[in-house]
């Protein structure tokens, strides 16, 4: 074989396994930029829903312990009807009114998530066999909520109000207020307020049972699927405030919510109804108290070196505790007589 035809041969081969080596990387390429859009894709959705649920989770565990304790829950009973909110004004929204209107507006953000999220389910990417699981956890939800007679068309609807277009944000709480002013607009949330109301005279507790338990499980299924914590409790636990020596029973108000903000309204309305023990039953996850501070006082274990030895008795028997013996050429000598240098110890010299 010539030069000419290996220098041919040797041309094809590396222009072939160029190609292919090409070809190789942009294929993998091409699968990574899919499965990042996927992962983005899907944590853009499962977060926010991941967020509302134990947002409305922890606002409808306060309504329940406030039954449970009290038969009721006072700072939600500001309205016998929700045609009482016409011509309600921002002062009343941003006052008297925050522990009602803001649990309207968690709901809905929470409907507006979970139509957000049924909608696009066939472009979310989950893994083994969560795309079953979650629309059968949503439904679950949806019909909860069904129960308490927010059905579920009306849900989307109200889901729906809750989006800003064409933005496709949420409406924060002060945007959500305009729309319950309108009384063509607020009818659609009327579901929901008849429910808070009732709830809050202690009215629907089964009812609202169902739908803790559901929204629990759901929230438990989205931290697993995210690899993420209990988020029940973390959002449980961020509005205790327990000072050293403080009393258990009072929250912080500190609590964030979406848009404007509303999550610590509640606490700070309600004081003690927010404590450590807001939840209810099978749907929260209870805190943990801090550990008690011990009263100061005598060593409970003191060292058995330094403790003292009991000088023998006529029947006490053979000493149990060896005593140590000094060397005769290291016992002290004679007690020093009381002189002027009595008690100063040892002459230091000239």
Known sequence: MDALSVTLISAVTSGAISLTLAW??????????????????????????????????????????????????????????????????????????????????????????????????????????????????LQKVHAAFAACEIYYATQSSIGTDALLEPEGRLRSYREFC?????????????????????VAHGERRPALQRVLDALSELSAFL???????????????????????????????????????????????AGASSGPDAGVGRGRVPSLSPHPIPAPGPDPSPDPVLRPIPAPGPNSGPDPVPRPTLDPGLRPGPEPSAGPGAGQGPDPGP
């Not at 009072?250 to 979406?258: P, V």
Request: with cysteine; aromatic share 6%; glycine share 12%.
């Open 24 to 137: 190789v990387s942009g294929r993998q390429q091409r699968r990574d930029s899919e499965r990042v859009q996927r992962e983005t894709r899907t944590m853009a959705y499962l977060n926010p829903l991941r967020w509302h649920t134990a947002e409305v989770h922890h606002r409808l565990s306060l309504y329940a312990t406030s039954v449970d304790r009290d038969g009721c829950y006072p700072p939600a009973q500001v309205l016998a009807d929700p045609r009482e909110m016409e011509g309600k004004g921002a002062d009343w929204f941003a006052g008297k009114g925050v522990v009602l209107g803001s649990s309207v507006w968690m709901t809905a953000c929470l409907f507006a998530q979970m139509t957000r999220t049924r909608h696009d389910l066939p472009f979310l990417r989950l893994a083994g066999n969560d795309d079953t699981r979650l629309p059968g956890l």
């Open 178 to 198: 305009d729309l319950l002013a309108e009384p063509d607009r607020r009818v659609w949330a009327d579901p929901v307020t008849w429910f808070l109301i009732a």
């Open 223 to 269: 931290d697993d699927s995210l690899a993420g914590g209990a988020s029940l409790r973390a959002r449980h636990g961020a509005e205790i405030h327990r000072p050293r020596g403080g009393s258990p029973g009072t929250g912080t108000g500190t609590g964030t919510g979406t848009g404007a903000g509303a999550g610590g309204d509640l606490d700070a309305t």
